[in-house]
Nanobody
Framework: QVQLVESGGGLVQAGGSLRLSCVAS????????MDWYRQNPGRQRELVAS???????VYADSVKGRFAISRDNAKSTVYLQMNSLKCEDTAVYYC??????????????WGQGTQVTVSS
């Protein structure tokens, strides 16, 4: 069982910055691939950024060069630094990971989400 708790969302003007944090419970954080997704009402949840246990990162084209994902394994925390924010970045942002349970089933875990609103 993994619990994810996000923080750091809020209201910011276009061009501004925010940093999201996600703290994970569980003893295997170092091994997890950690993701940030975002979603707007009526739209599919989309992958924003991922980071592997080794630190390899992947970004959606829409955020490349503006967002940076990082992790602190000692704190079981993943971050999303968001710079040069645009109105279209407005969404609920979710932290996500996958882990296998006692029966070796691959389970998805999601945080509760944190609202990011970018005003013009």
């Amino acid at each position: 069982q993994v619990q994810l708790v996000e923080s750091g969302g809020g209201l910011v003007q276009a061009g501004g910055s925010l940093r999201l944090s996600c703290v994970a419970s569980g003893s295997n954080f170092n091994a997890y691939v950690m993701d940030w997704y975002r979603q707007n009402p009526g739209r599919q949840r989309e992958l924003v950024a991922s980071i592997t246990s080794g630190g390899t990162t992947v970004y959606a084209d829409s955020v490349k060069g503006r967002f940076a994902i990082s992790r602190d394994n000692a704190k079981s925390t993943v971050y999303l630094q968001m710079n040069s924010l645009k109105c279209e970045d407005t969404a609920v942002y979710y932290c996500h990971t996958q882990s296998r349970d006692l029966f070796f089933r691959l389970m998805d875990y999601w945080g509760q989400g944190t609202q990011v609103t970018v005003s013009s």
